[in-house]
């Protein structure tokens, strides 16, 4: 004898394929949940229905309101952004872990905060005032998703 285990049989070794079963390699593509087509015409379509929102609402003293959403909507964005520019400079995410979400948690909740206050300042119907918050809600989510990721790309973290 030289040492060797005695072979088993080649069922054990190499079951053999059932009848009817497909075996295909896993394809570990990414693909686009949404087009960015798309993506761009929702958001075109969000900003056309705010306009005429604005225009026709029943809201009082719509020039301020205009402003203070601009407030709400660029303030936490420009705050957020530059943080994470400057967490990529520094590789340093304190207090926050690499990777965190806590940033963007943070600047969704001030971004809500201010917009609410700006509502709660104007005049008019509740109905005008939550269908002018959901639409500057939607506006804002899209303009974080792709200002995030060009920040991320800026920094060279691209996906």
Same mark, same amino acid.
């Given at each position: 004898?030289?040492?060797?285990?005695?072979?088993?049989?080649?069922?054990? =070794? %190499?079951? %053999?394929?059932?009848?009817?079963?497909?075996?295909? #390699? $896993?394809?570990?593509?990414?693909?686009?949940?949404?087009?960015l087509a798309l993506l761009s015409s929702l958001t075109l379509g969000l900003v056309a229905a705010l306009v005429l929102t604005l225009m026709y609402g029943t809201l009082a003293s719509k020039g301020k309101l205009v402003v203070h959403l601009a407030v709400a909507f660029a303030v936490p964005l420009l705050a957020l952004w530059l943080f994470v520019i400057n967490a990529y400079r520094l590789s340093n995410w304190a207090p926050f872990g690499l990777?965190?979400?806590? #940033?963007?948690?943070?600047?969704?909740?001030?971004?809500?905060?201010? $917009?609410?206050?700006?509502?709660?300042? =104007?005049?008019?119907? $509740?109905?005008?005032?939550?269908?002018?918050?959901?639409?500057?809600?939607?506006i804002w989510a899209v303009v974080w998703l792709f200002g995030s990721l060009m920040v991320a790309c800026a920094m060279g973290d691209c996906l």
């Open positions: 004898m030289s040492g060797w285990a005695p072979r088993a049989p080649e069922d054990i =070794v %190499r079951p %053999r394929r059932q009848a009817g079963l497909v075996a295909r #390699p $896993l394809n570990f593509t990414v693909r686009r949940l949404v087009s990777g965190s979400s806590v #940033p963007h948690v943070l600047a969704a909740l001030a971004f809500l905060a201010l $917009l609410i206050w700006a509502l709660l300042r =104007v005049s008019g119907s $509740l109905a005008t005032k939550v269908l002018v918050g959901a639409l500057v809600c939607g």
